[in-house]
T-cell receptor
Framework: EDQVTQSPEALRLQEGESSSLNCSYT??????LFWYRQDPGKGPEFLFT???AGEEKEKERLKATLTKKESFLHITAPKPEDSATYLC?????????????FGQGTTLQVKP | DTAVSQTPKYLVTQMGNDKSIKCEQN?????MYWYKQDSKKFLKIMFS???????INETVPNRFSPKSPDKAHLNLHINSLELGDSAVYFC?????????????FGPGTRLLVL
């Protein structure tokens, strides 16, 4: 069964303190791995899609990497405005419906 | 000019009532989805339509019925609402170009069943 596990569930950082969020997955052939950011009371906001092991993508202070078993979202020198829940999802290559299977998210709090 | 919009944003209703949630996307995408997010923020797929055809129908009570009048609209009707239906329901739209994919989510509809 396709599954996504994110760790930690919650993370508190001081402003400027870099860290990484983990997304471990098991899927019957990976079509894509997605990262989203969700602010309280809002819908998930797309960040990245990664397709193959070794791929990396960056956006401002965020960098996503992918291996055959997991993905990391690295946050460099975070700011309070980076506080949000970060969601990881996978898409299996066994289906072309676009179905996303989500992890439970990591809630990040960055203190000034 | 919101890309994916949902109405209503909040819905408070009594057990046993029937209610509908509407979703519209102005992105020209062919595929739309309904997801349910529970109190622990876990997002789970419910349904998907591609150009008015149902392509995903997860294990969801048959009190839930999606309808897509055209590819820009996807509605969700819920009969005989139960306490456990309280959640946030998100609509999403799929952008697929040369195997590069993005899914855009709406702002959500917060349903509270009393």
């Amino acid at each position: 069964e396709d599954q996504v596990t994110q760790s930690p569930e919650a993370l508190r950082l001081q402003e400027g303190e870099s860290s990484s969020l983990n997304c471990s997955y098991t899927v019957s052939g990976l079509r894509g791995l997605f990262w989203y950011r969700q602010d309280p009371g809002k819908g998930p906001e797309f960040l990245f899609t990664l397709y193959s092991a070794g791929e990396e993508k960056e956006k401002e202070r965020l960098k996503a990497t992918l291996t055959k078993k997991e993905s990391f979202l690295h946050i460099t020198a975070p700011k309070p405005e980076d506080s949000a829940t970060y969601l990881c999802a996978v898409q299996s290559s066994s289906s072309n419906t676009g179905k996303l299977i989500f992890g439970q998210g990591t809630t990040l709090q960055v203190k000034p | 000019d919101t890309a994916v919009s949902q109405t209503p944003k909040y819905l408070v209703t009594q057990m046993g009532n029937d209610k509908s949630i509407k979703c519209e996307q102005n992105l020209g995408h062919d595929t739309m989805y309904w997801y349910k997010q529970d109190s622990k923020k876990f997002l789970k797929i419910m349904f998907s339509y591609n150009n008015k055809e149902l392509i995903i129908n997860e294990t969801v009570p048959n009190r839930f019925s999606p309808k897509s009048p055209d590819k820009a609209h996807l509605n969700l009707h819920i009969n005989s609402l139960e306490l456990g239906d309280s959640a946030v329901y998100f609509c999403a739209s799929r952008h697929l170009l040369a195997a590069q994919e993005t899914q855009y989510f709406g702002p959500g509809t917060r349903l509270l069943v009393l």
